[in-house]
């Protein structure tokens, strides 16, 4: 099954994936010791039995550059090769300098266009459009999507409906031209009328979520851009080898799932469970943990869907490189 475009457009496929998960790993157990709760609350709730937390030295550069420079070895593009270097993360603790052109000199990719983009949880499916997108308009050859959090930094350990949740790592992806489109036109929005239901607030250093706002709007507004994903790209679902929604929450991953009534046979991703809420790099973490462990496989069709604070959503259908 391939992805449909419009008739004499150029298409654009990811060619290398990696990803950087932190040293620290923190089980629910762990978490219990230091605040009220235990495992059995977390699993029932979200469905994470352990995260990842970064250390001093494991920082927002360190981590992008150590997925950026996996993704860009599967690839089997040269430095010089990449001239468009996005990152995705909503945790950045310092707006200026940004960190895109950091990563790209770390990698030592010359002179590239560089930037951050913040569409909190959606940020990596909004950067692979936007560089899917620029490779297509011929803007750029070849791309390095990057979606990397240190959410510990913005997570107030002594709420619980938050701490439980989030977690730290990076995913990257590489993007390049393709005679047969392997990324298809992403179903995007948002819903700002909602904007401060995820927020850190003037003023603030932490994050707060109204998560029983968030879990409604997911379950119940969501699906039909994933419909509409899979309607752009000439697919449906009988055709998804492998579902990877962000991983916010396991309860949430199922409702998806079942709604859409893939077949038996469609991977679905549960990295949640082992890696917690890691935003903007949840999906390429998911989508890199499946083909490691064989479950997806180069050339499957993969339905991605990154959704979060602001509220924003993207949705795309994609070929496993």
């Known amino acids: 099954m391939t992805i449909q475009l419009p008739t004499g457009a150029p298409g654009a496929r990811i060619l290398g994936l990696g990803s950087y998960r932190p040293r620290r790993r923190v089980t629910n157990d762990d978490l219990a010791q230091m605040m009220d709760t235990n495992d059995e609350w977390i699993q029932s709730r979200v469905g994470i039995a352990e995260r990842r937390w970064a250390s001093e030295d494991e920082t927002l550069v360190e981590m992008a550059v150590a997925a950026g420079g996996k993704a860009l070895a599967a690839s089997g593009l040269a430095p010089d090769e990449i001239d468009l270097v996005i990152v995705a993360s909503a945790s950045l603790r310092a707006p200026i300098p940004g960190i895109g052109p950091q990563v790209a000199h770390r990698l030592g990719v010359p002179r590239p266009g560089s930037f951050d983009l913040n569409a909190g949880c959606a940020g990596f499916c909004y950067a692979l459009g936007v560089a899917s997108d ?146 903007a790099a949840s999906i390429p973490l998911a989508l890199t943990a499946l083909m490691e462990s064989g479950e997806a496989k180069s050339g499957d069709l993969a339905l991605v869907l990154g959704y979060g604070a602001g509220l924003t959503f993207a949705g795309q259908v994609l070929v496993l490189p």
């Open 134 to 279: 620029n490779i297509r308009a011929g803007s750029s050859r070849n791309a390095l999507v990057v979606g990397v959090e240190r959410l510990t930094d913005v997570t107030n350990l002594e709420d619980r409906t938050t701490a439980v949740i989030f977690a730290d790592g990076a995913g990257a992806a590489v993007v390049g031209a393709s005679d047969e489109p392997g990324i298809g036109p992403v179903a995007w929005g948002s819903d700002g009328d909602q904007y401060n239901a995820i927020e850190i607030a003037a003023g603030s250093s932490t994050m707060t979520m109204a998560g029983q706002a968030v879990y409604r709007w997911a379950t119940t507004k969501l699906t039909e851009t994933l419909v509409e994903a899979m309607e752009r790209a000439g697919v449906g679902p009988a055709d998804i080898d492998v579902f990877a929604p962000h991983q916010a929450n396991l309860r949430i991953v199922e409702s998806m799932t079942k709604r859409l009534g893939f077949p038996e046979t469609t991977v679905v991703a549960r990295d949640i469970v082992q890696s917690g809420n890691t935003s």
